[in-house]
C-alpha cells in the first residue's frame, strides 16, 4: 500500500478520531438575541460566531460531536456495501473507533456540565482539556490504524474510491 493509500484509509480513522470543535472554549456567554428574535437550542451544534447554542453544556456538546463521528463512520459502513467476506475486517475497525470514542468520552466528563459553568474554566484549564483530547484521539488513531489498513486491503477500487473520498458528491 503506497502513501496516498494509506492516507486514505487513514481517512476513516481520522473521521471518526477527528478533532472536536472547540467551540465551547470561547470564555464569553453567547450573546443575548435582540427581542422577537430568540434563537432555539441548536443541540450543541457548532453554529457561527463560534460559539455554542446557549443551552448547552460544554459536556453535552462535546458528547454529541463524538456522536456525530459515530454516524458519519456509521455511514461510511453503509456507503460501502460491505461483502461477507469484508464485513468482519469493518467490525474490527468499528470496535476499534468505538474504544477510542469511549476514551474521548471520558474526557468530555471533566468538562463543565451546566452550561452556565462554561464561563467559569480559565485558559489553563481549556488548554489542559485539548490536550488530553488531542492525546485521547492520537492513541485512538494508532489503535485503530492496524484494523484500517486491512479493511482497506480488502475493499474494492470502488470501495476505496468511497472511503477515500466520503464527502465526494458525484
Known amino acids: 500500500m503506497n502513501k496516498m493509500q494509506l492516507a486514505g484509509a487513514a481517512m476513516l480513522a481520522a473521521a471518526s478520531l477527528g478533532v ?58 453503509f456507503k460501502l456495501n460491505l461483502t461477507d467476506a469484508q464485513k468482519p475486517l469493518w467490525d474490527k475497525v468499528v470496535a476499534a473507533t468505538q474504544a477510542a470514542q469511549a476514551n474521548e468520552q471520558k474526557t468530555c466528563s471533566a468538562l463543565p456540565a451546566a452550561a452556565a459553568d462554561r464561563t467559569k474554566e480559565t485558559i ?3 488548554m489542559n ?37 466520503p464527502f465526494h458528491r458525484g
Not at 29 to 53: I, L, T
Not at 63 to 68: E, M, N, Q, T, W
Not at 133 to 157: D, K, N, R
Open 20 to 77: 472536536p470543535v472547540l467551540a465551547w472554549s470561547q470564555s464569553a456567554a453567547p450573546p443575548a438575541p435582540a427581542a422577537g428574535q430568540e434563537r432555539p437550542d441548536h443541540g450543541g451544534m457548532h453554529h457561527g460566531g463560534g460559539r455554542w447554542g446557549s443551552n448547552v453544556s460544554p459536556q453535552q456538546a462535546c458528547v454529541d460531536h463524538i456522536a456525530k463521528r459515530a454516524g458519519f463512520v456509521a455511514t461510511i459502513g
Open 124 to 126: 489553563i484549564d481549556k
Open 129 to 165: 482539556h485539548r490536550t488530553q483530547m488531542m492525546q485521547a484521539q492520537l492513541q485512538g488513531l494508532q489503535q485503530s490504524e492496524p484494523a484500517v489498513q486491512a479493511l482497506y486491503q480488502a475493499l474494492t477500487p470502488d470501495q476505496k474510491a468511497i472511503i477515500d473520498h
